[in-house]
């Protein structure tokens, strides 16, 4: 029987092998993708952060701790569900100038493919200038603006203010997500949309295209 409690302390400990073969074995017992990422991995992440909080993690082990639960996430990406529909819309998806934070950015950029869309995952710390220029590059119809950090959040405002003054905010459906951000900001920056995970921001992905 799957332990979530395990997951969470693999994770917690920074034990990257321990958290991959807790991953398998969960999958090998066929707990659900979505249990896995919620219950486990994602549930691990939030006390390495309050851990993070109160000093009991320093920086280099919350990034161990980040890079195992990257790589367990890319053992979950092929297994996400698959949609039978024709792919539909094409999605930019970064983390705002001044944030490095992309775990959360990457999954909500995993479940829109595996909801049908076509996904340019451009990284992390990208200016408002660069999306501009990456809606005309990939003709985007959905920018999906990621935010870690209360700091960071304005630069979502400064990035749909660059899109309006490029003349693309028509062209474009706005979504903002991320830990600190809210529906009440999205709508006081003028976003189309906001999701609070990664499987919320895959269906809103799909309304806004279609
Ligand atoms: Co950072 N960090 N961090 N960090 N870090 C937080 C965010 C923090 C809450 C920790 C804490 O203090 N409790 C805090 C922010 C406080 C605040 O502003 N309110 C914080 C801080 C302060 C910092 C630094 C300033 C620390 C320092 O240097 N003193 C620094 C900033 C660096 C920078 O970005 N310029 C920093 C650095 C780092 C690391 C580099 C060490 C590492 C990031 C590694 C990486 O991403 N590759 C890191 C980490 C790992 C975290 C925590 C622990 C975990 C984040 C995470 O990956 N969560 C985090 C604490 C926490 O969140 N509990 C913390 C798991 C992930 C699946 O969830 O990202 O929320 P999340 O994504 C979700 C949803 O938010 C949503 O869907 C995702 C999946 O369901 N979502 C979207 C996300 N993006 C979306 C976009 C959408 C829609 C939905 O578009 C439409």
């Known amino acids: ?10 994770l917690v400990s920074c034990d990257r092998d321990k958290s991959i073969e807790l991953v398998n074995a969960a999958l090998a017992d066929g707990i659900p993708v979505g249990d896995i990422l919620n219950q486990g991995l994602i549930a691990g992440m939030d006390i390495v952060g309050d851990k993070m909080e109160n000093g009991d993690m320093f920086i280099p ?8 639960m990257g790589e367990c996430v890319t053992i979950l990406k092929p297994l996400m569900s698959e949609d039978e529909g024709a ?15 992309d775990i959360g950015k990457n999954l909500v950029g995993m479940m829109m493919e ?16 660069d999306f501009v220029a990456q809606i005309k590059e990939k003709d985007a119809q959905i920018v999906c603006l990621s935010a870690l950090l209360t700091t960071t959040m304005p630069m979502m405002k400064q990035t749909i203010d660059a899109i309006v ?37 895959a269906k809103l992905g799909k309304t806004l295209s279609a």
């Open 1 to 10: 029987m799957t332990d979530f409690n395990a997951m969470i302390n693999a």
């Open 61 to 68: 082990e919350v990034l161990m701790a980040a890079k195992a």
């Open 87 to 101: 792919r539909g819309g094409n999605v930019i998806i970064g983390t705002v100038k001044g944030d490095l934070h």
């Open 114 to 129: 595996s909801a049908g869309m076509t996904v340019h995952n451009l990284g992390v710390d990208i200016a408002p200038e």
């Open 165 to 201: 003054e490029a003349d693309l905010r028509d062209q474009v459906k706005i979504m903002v997500g991320g830990a600190p951000v809210t529906q009440a900001f999205a709508d006081e920056i003028g976003a189309d949309g906001f999701a609070s995970d990664a499987g919320s921001a």
